[in-house]
């Protein structure tokens, strides 16, 4: 007879979930769920200047020259800002722009690579 399993964990998907009643619960990352209710996906969405879905890891282009304070020069457009990781708020990338080091940029200024 074959074992039962149990789903992996929808947030940072573990497969070692167990069971608490009626939850389940990862003990990688903490997140507690009832398996039969609707899973809805908290990740944040966030979108290029194209309307693509953008996802950590992801590889953009600049698409217009950017001013950064503080710097005698813009982020020029073209630039290749490579394995970004998105976050909430105003500035919803961050990223580390070469020749500039580690900053945020909006994701209306990027488009996919």
Same mark, same amino acid.
């Given at each position: =007879?074959?074992?039962?399993?149990? !789903? ?6 573990? $497969?070692? *979930?167990?069971? =608490? ?8 990352? #903490?997140? @507690?769920? %009832? !398996?039969?209710?609707?899973? @809805?996906?908290?990740? $944040? &969405?966030? +979108?290029?200047?194209?309307?693509? @879905? ?12 950017? !001013?950064? &304070? #503080? *710097?005698?020069?813009?982020?020029? *457009? ?5 394995? $970004?990781? +998105?976050?909430? #708020? %105003?500035? %919803? $990338?961050?990223? &580390? ?5 580690? =900053?945020?940029?909006?994701? @209306? ?5």
């Amino acid at each position: =007879m074959p074992e039962y399993q149990l !789903p992996a964990c929808p947030k940072c998907q573990s $497969i070692y *979930a167990y069971e =608490m009643g009626h939850l389940l619960i990862c003990p990688e990352c #903490g997140h @507690e769920w %009832n !398996p039969d209710e609707n899973v @809805e996906d908290d990740s $944040i &969405k966030v +979108l290029d200047s194209n309307g693509n @879905e953008l996802k950590d890891g992801d590889d953009v282009i600049v698409i217009k020259d950017l !001013p950064v &304070k #503080g *710097a005698p020069k813009p982020i020029k *457009a073209g630039t290749k800002v490579k394995n $970004i990781r +998105l976050v909430d #708020g %105003n500035h %919803n $990338i961050d990223c &580390k722009v070469p020749g500039f080091g580690a =900053m945020g940029l909006k994701s @209306e200024f990027v488009k996919k690579a």
